[in-house]
């Protein structure tokens, strides 16, 4: 009975608004499919969180103990990296290494927010941490808001939600900015697609030289390129094609579940609800709107000097958020001409966009704690 009052007794109406933003993911998750396969284990996370002298949390808590133990030791991300590189064909960007441009330029929201955020006062760890969130890529998000927030780790709670939860608000994010930085002559440009036969070794080399290079450019970032493109590795020799599977359904499966109610269980009222969590939220807004922007733009710029001009619309398929941007790409250009069809154009930049967020978070692993 001194239990059961205990519990009643030191419920607070912070822990009830806790319940309510748990609700809204776990609704989100259910009824609009926004990658419920995250967002329903953070919500359900919260809630376990958020019960006064929660088991599940604290000293002996399952979840601290999963915290401690998969995600301070950066196990759950990577692991969820060799899943991510068993799904990905880096086919279409093998034919169009163009593309890998486009995957460099959606990454400026990334640093764009990254400098508003040390403007608002966030310190520069903090600040690479939200900027980050641009990189439109969960695991690399938590992967670096984990190694620069020690202090407080509901933020590392807060990024997470917020970059998960805007990927799978791209289609509605997305295509106004791509609107309103285009002309419909420009959204009406077509691109022709030559298809071209890669040579089995050349898509067994390209994560190991990638790997290579990646690593000798930016050491910090072995963990999360070395373990990606160990993933597509096993996807493209051709001879592990039950690891393959396995990487791609159990491992992607388990590790996702596990990832998500644990980062949700460190969204707790004391910790989460606070001014600077409201403006993460607001700046992984900001970040992947600068992120669809910087891309649009750069294409247009490339256009100045282009004899077959590009559809700037591909810019915006640079950022991580793989494949769902490429099929906003698709369905705006087929919105505008049915008969225009530039998917393989926007998977292949979607593609270099996954590439291009890892070695953005890799390049703020290495530089970042040069003046942290």
Do not use: H, W
């Amino acid at each position: 009975m001194q239990e059961l009052l205990k519990g009643i007794t030191n419920f607070t109406p912070m822990n009830l608004i806790m319940f309510a933003i748990a609700g809204i993911l776990i609704y989100l998750a259910i009824s609009k499919e926004y990658e419920p396969t995250l967002l329903l284990p953070i919500g359900f996370g919260a809630i376990l969180a958020n019960i006064p002298f929660s088991a599940a949390i604290g000293d002996e808590g399952v979840l601290t103990f999963l915290y401690n133990n998969g995600i301070l030791n950066d196990l759950f991300p990577v692991l969820i990296f060799v899943a991510v590189g068993a799904m990905i064909d880096f086919g279409p960007l093998l034919q169009n290494p163009f593309m890998l441009f486009f995957g460099a330029a959606a990454q400026f929201g990334i640093f764009a927010t990254m400098m508003i955020a040390l403007l608002l006062g966030f310190d520069l760890g903090e600040a690479a941490s939200i900027g980050i969130i641009g990189a439109a890529d969960g695991p690399t998000a938590i992967f670096v808001a984990k190694r620069f927030i020690t202090e407080n780790p509901a933020l590392v709670g807060a990024i997470t939600v917020a970059a998960y939860s805007y990927m799978s608000l791209v289609p509605i994010i997305q295509p106004p900015v791509i609107k309103l930085l285009t002309t419909k002559k420009e959204r009406l440009i077509r691109m022709d697609y030559k298809q071209v036969n890669v040579p089995k070794v050349v898509k067994i080399l390209f994560p190991i030289v990638i790997t290579v290079i990646a690593g000798i450019v930016a050491p910090a970032s072995v963990s999360l390129v070395g373990l990606l493109m160990f993933g597509n590795l096993i996807r493209e020799c051709g001879v592990l094609e039950r690891l393959s599977q396995a990487a791609q359904n159990e491992l992607a499966n388990l590790v996702t579940i596990l990832l998500g109610v644990t980062i949700g269980s460190t969204m707790t009222a004391e910790a989460f609800l606070r001014k600077d969590t409201l403006f993460i939220l607001l700046l992984g807004l900001v970040a992947f709107i600068f992120d669809t922007a910087g891309g649009v733009l750069f294409a247009k710029f490339l256009n100045l000097f282009l004899k077959n001009k590009v559809n700037p619309m591909i810019g915006a398929a640079g950022i991580s958020a793989f494949p769902m941007s490429a099929r906003v790409i698709q369905k705006m250009a087929t919105k505008e001409d049915p008969t225009n069809f530039i998917i393989m154009q926007s998977i292949s930049a979607n593609v270099s966009g996954q590439l291009g967020s890892v070695v953005a978070g890799g390049m703020l692993l290495a530089l970042v704690p040069t003046f942290f």
